[in-house]
């Protein structure tokens, strides 16, 4: 298993950008596909993007298509979450998540790394 921390949280107005990160522990982080998901307040923890380990391929959610992207830097050991033209509805707890590579999973069930997880908040 990889070790995840996320960063780049925080409070934005809506239209705003942010990027996250997530860095991972180990040496194997390039074989990993990578996830991020995110859970609002009273809300089940939803998919939000995933990108595979060779960084080749990538599933982003529809709701955030055509404004957040997800890459990685495998010599850095880190994957990122670039969200643009943020809304308040994008607000909640954003998760980074791997999976040993294997094929672009959706279903959180299917990722067994976890970080803590980093709290965005867009404002109105």
């Known amino acids: 298993q990889v070790q995840l921390v996320e960063s780049g949280g925080g409070l934005v107005q809506a239209g705003g950008s942010l990027r996250l990160s997530c860095a991972a522990s180990?040496?194997?982080?390039?074989?990993?596909?990578m996830g991020w998901f995110r859970q609002a307040p009273g809300k089940e923890r939803e998919f939000v993007a995933a990108i595979r380990w060779r960084g080749d391929y990538t599933n982003i959610a529809d709701s955030v298509k055509g404004r957040f992207t997800i890459s990685r830097d495998n010599a850095k050991n880190t994957v990122y979450l670039q969200m643009n033209s943020l809304k308040p509805e994008d607000t909640a707890i954003y998760y980074c998540a791997a999976r040993p590579g294997g094929g672009i999973a959706t279903g959180a069930e299917n990722f067994g790394s976890w970080g803590q997880g980093t709290r965005v908040t867009v404002s109105s």
């Open positions: 180990g040496r194997t982080f390039s074989s990993y596909d």
